[in-house]
């Protein structure tokens, strides 16, 4: 009959209608329309671990500073003309000149870079490697040698160095290949830092989780109950 077919044909557009709901306000608002409002709340404990890793990043930013090196041994022609250039590019250079002077100053400060003489009054100047490698792992390691042999540049890279010099030098190439070893030690002091960071956040991150784990078994105990 007609009007029941007219009738299905009404029911089947009010189905394919999308629906209108009116906004409900107050109690009678569902739960799930309340969730999904924006809320202002304090900033996520990973974002600010993120943030904090970028803040820390460039608070430690090493490009640019002033270098602490140490000066182990020379003579005084070829250790006048190095502080000079180290001077002119703002770097800050202790010098010594025994190995007991030098392991004093390792054990008791952080040197960016290390410039070592191997022929010291009371000894090899490559005694100095595990000490180094102990105390700043991050800290580079330059061997200046007059006449410089293969064995004893293979001697040095084995102890640690980043590069072995034989002097004289040009100045120029010098100042290039301290620049060089200071971005490598920049680069592994960074790493560090940002391996501290993340053991440091690790731990916060364990604590937040012990807290969060006893809050959830006190609900779940309350609603139990």
């Known amino acids: ?3 029941l077919e007219g009738a299905a044909q009404a029911a089947q557009r009010r189905l394919n209608s999308p629906i209108s709901t009116p906004a409900p306000t107050g109690r009678d608002e569902p739960i799930n329309r ?3 409002r924006p809320v202002e709340e304090e900033q996520p404990p990973m974002e600010r671990f993120d943030h904090n890793i970028a803040d ?9 500073e002033s270098a602490k090196m140490l000066l182990v041994g020379g003579d005084p022609k070829s250790r006048a003309l190095l502080l000079d250039l180290l001077a ?6 202790t010098h010594v000149t025994r190995l007991d002077e030098a392991r004093h100053e390792i054990a008791q400060t952080h040197y960016d870079l290390i410039l070592l003489n191997r022929a010291l009054p009371d000894g090899d100047g490559l005694d100095l490697a595990p000490l180094v490698q102990k105390e700043s792992p991050a800290t580079k390691t330059i061997v200046f040698s007059e006449g410089g042999s293969f064995k004893g540049a293979l001697q040095a890279m084995r102890c640690g160095a980043v590069d072995c010099i034989t002097t004289p030098i040009d100045p120029d190439e010098l100042a290039d290949r301290i620049d060089s070893a200071l971005r490598r030690s920049r680069d592994e002091r960074r790493r560090e830092l940002s391996i501290h960071k993340l053991q440091s956040i690790c731990r916060e991150l364990n604590v937040a989780r012990t807290e969060v784990a006893g809050q959830v078994d006190a609900l ?4 139990a109950g």
Request: positive net charge; contains cysteine; aromatic residues 0%.
């Open 88 to 93: 002119q590019r703002n770097h800050h250079c």
């Open 34 to 36: 309340r969730a999904s």
């Open 56 to 64: 820390a990043t460039a608070a430690q930013a090493l490009e640019g």
């Open 1 to 3: 009959p007609r009007p």
């Open 220 to 223: 779940c105990n309350d609603l």
